[in-house]
C-alpha cells in the first residue's frame, strides 16, 4: 500500500468521524496546527527516530499536542502511532485538509512574491478570487526573492505567472531564437 493510500484512509476515517459529532471546524483546525508542526525539523526528527518505542512517541505527542487539540484529533495520532503510521502524519492532515475545503467549498491558493504582502493587500486579493471563482479562499502567501518582482499565484490546480523572473526567461529564450542578419 502507498503512502497516499494510507494518509487517505485515516484522513477519509476522521473526516468521516468528525462530521458525524459536528466538529469539522474544530478538527480543521487541528489538522492547521498538526501541518505546521510537522513542518518543524526537530518534530520530524522525532518521528523518525526508530529506536523510540510507540508508546514514547504516544507520550511525546499527547505532550505536545494535549492542550491545542481536540479529542478526536488526538486519538487519531495515538492510533496513528500505534499501527507504527507516524510519519504519515504530515500526509493524513493535508488530505483531511482537501476533503475539507471540498466539503465547504473553500480553494486553496498560495500566493508567491519577492516581498512581503500587507494585510490590505492580502483582502484585496481575497477578494479578486472570491469574485472570479465564486467562493472562499484559504490563501497563503510565501516570500521568494528569486521571483524578483510581481507574483506567482496558484490557485488549486491553475497557475498564474506574472513574475519578473518568468517574463526575463521568456525574452532570455526570444533573444536566443532570433537569428541575427546582417
Same mark, same amino acid.
Given at each position: 500500500?502507498?503512502?497516499? @493510500?494510507?494518509?487517505?484512509? &485515516?484522513?477519509?476515517?476522521?473526516?468521516?468521524? #468528525?462530521?458525524?459529532?459536528?466538529?469539522?471546524?474544530?478538527? &480543521?483546525?487541528?489538522?492547521?496546527?498538526?501541518?505546521?508542526?510537522?513542518?518543524?525539523?526537530?518534530? @520530524?526528527?522525532?518521528?523518525?527516530?526508530?529506536?523510540? @518505542?510507540?508508546?514514547?512517541?504516544?507520550?511525546?505527542?499527547? #505532550?505536545?499536542?494535549?492542550?491545542?487539540?481536540?479529542?478526536?484529533?488526538?486519538?487519531?495520532?495515538?492510533?496513528?502511532?500505534?499501527?507504527?503510521?507516524?510519519?504519515?502524519?504530515?500526509?493524513? #492532515?493535508?488530505?483531511?485538509?482537501?476533503?475539507?475545503?471540498?466539503?465547504?467549498?473553500?480553494?486553496?491558493?498560495?500566493?508567491?512574491?519577492?516581498?512581503?504582502?500587507?494585510?490590505?493587500?492580502?483582502?484585496?486579493?481575497?477578494?479578486?478570487?472570491?469574485?472570479?471563482?465564486?467562493?472562499?479562499?484559504?490563501?497563503?502567501?510565501?516570500?521568494?526573492?528569486?521571483?524578483?518582482?510581481?507574483?506567482?499565484?496558484?490557485?488549486?490546480?491553475?497557475?498564474?505567472?506574472?513574475?519578473?523572473?518568468?517574463?526575463?526567461?521568456?525574452?532570455?529564450? @526570444?533573444?536566443?531564437?532570433?537569428?541575427?542578419?546582417?
Amino acid at each position: 500500500m502507498n503512502e497516499s @493510500q494510507i494518509s487517505v484512509r &485515516y484522513a477519509k476515517a476522521l473526516f468521516q468521524s #468528525a462530521s458525524e459529532q459536528r466538529i469539522l471546524d474544530t478538527v &480543521y483546525k487541528d489538522m492547521e496546527v498538526l501541518t505546521s508542526t510537522c513542518k518543524l525539523e526537530n518534530f @520530524q526528527y522525532m518521528l523518525g527516530v526508530p529506536t523510540l @518505542q510507540p508508546s514514547q512517541k504516544e507520550k511525546l505527542l499527547r #505532550a505536545i499536542f494535549e492542550k491545542h487539540l481536540s479529542k478526536i484529533s488526538l486519538s487519531m495520532i495515538d492510533l496513528v502511532v500505534k499501527n507504527k503510521r507516524e510519519a504519515y502524519l504530515p500526509g493524513i #492532515a493535508r488530505f483531511f485538509r482537501e476533503l475539507y475545503r471540498k466539503e465547504t467549498g473553500v480553494r486553496a491558493a498560495t500566493l508567491v512574491t519577492a516581498q512581503a504582502v500587507d494585510e490590505s493587500e492580502m483582502n484585496g486579493i481575497r477578494k479578486l478570487i472570491k469574485k472570479a471563482y465564486d467562493s472562499d479562499v484559504e490563501l497563503t502567501t510565501v516570500v521568494d526573492g528569486d521571483v524578483i518582482g510581481g507574483f506567482v499565484l496558484t490557485i488549486e490546480d491553475m497557475r498564474y505567472d506574472a513574475s519578473v523572473a518568468s517574463n526575463l526567461k521568456k525574452l532570455k529564450k @526570444q533573444l536566443l531564437q532570433t537569428s541575427i542578419e546582417k
